[in-house]
């Protein structure tokens, strides 16, 4: 069974520095990665995904996440932080075509202090 | 644009009522997903769906039931509400992997 742990449950960062929000998987097969991210009162929004092709994704708010195989990794980093990225991310793995489950991890609320 | 709305983004209910929560997306998609949502729990898959009138359990099924009589509508029901049984529930349906949220139903059981 897949499993995704998020290191972190909370990480403030000060405005304008760089923020890495860590995700490691677990998973006998090959996977699909995702972040998601939730905004206050809000719904889950896709920010990037891995489906296959290049191990580094973008967003297009400037976030990037990097598929490490051998290191079972999908950590999301950001170079400079604004206000507006206060918000919980969560990770998430899929087993692939045929399997439209998503398994969570627990989340990360990221608090950027001005 | 991809749309999943839910019949509520805020419901209180009492103890022992039953309790129907609805989800709808305009997208055509097949399968649609409900999750609850706790704090330092993140989500957790309550029961799915990849056809009208099919569903599949999650992972805490016990206390919900389900119905898909239609393609575009997926119902969460709390048959008999309890106080754990508050908490957030979020909607989703799948596309090409993707899932798509809906704004979510915070639900009180008092």
């Known amino acids: 069974a897949q499993s995704v742990t998020q290191l972190d449950s909370q990480v403030p960062v000060f405005e304008e520095a760089p923020v890495e929000l860590r995700c490691n998987y677990s998973?006998?097969?090959?996977?699909?990665l995702f972040w998601y991210v939730q905004y206050p009162n809000q719904g889950l929004q896709l920010l990037l995904k891995y489906l296959s092709g290049s191990t580094l994704v973008e967003s297009i708010n400037g976030f990037e996440a990097e598929f490490n195989k051998s290191q079972t990794s999908f950590h999301l980093r950001k170079p400079s932080v604004h206000i507006s990225d206060t918000a919980e991310y969560f990770c998430?793995?899929?087993?692939?075509?045929?399997?439209?489950?998503?398994?969570f991890g627990k989340g990360t609320k990221l608090s950027v202090i001005p | 644009d991809v749309k999943v709305t839910q019949s509520s983004r805020y419901l209180v209910k009492r103890t022992g009522e039953k309790v129907f929560l609805e989800c709808v997306q305009d997208m055509d998609h097949e399968n649609m997903f409900w999750y609850r949502q706790d704090p330092g729990l993140g989500l957790r898959l309550i029961y799915f769906?990849?056809?009208?009138?099919?569903?599949e359990k999650g992972d805490i099924p016990e206390g919900y039931s389900v119905s898909r009589e239609k393609k575009e509508r997926f119902s969460l029901i709390l048959e008999s509400a309890s106080t754990n049984q508050t908490s957030m529930y979020l909607c989703a349906s799948t596309y090409a992997l993707e899932q798509f949220f809906g704004p979510g139903t915070r639900l009180t059981v008092l």
């Open positions: 769906s990849y056809d009208v009138k099919m569903k």
């Open positions: 998430a793995v899929s087993e692939g075509a045929g399997s439209y489950q998503l398994t």
């Open positions: 998973s006998s097969v090959s996977v699909y």
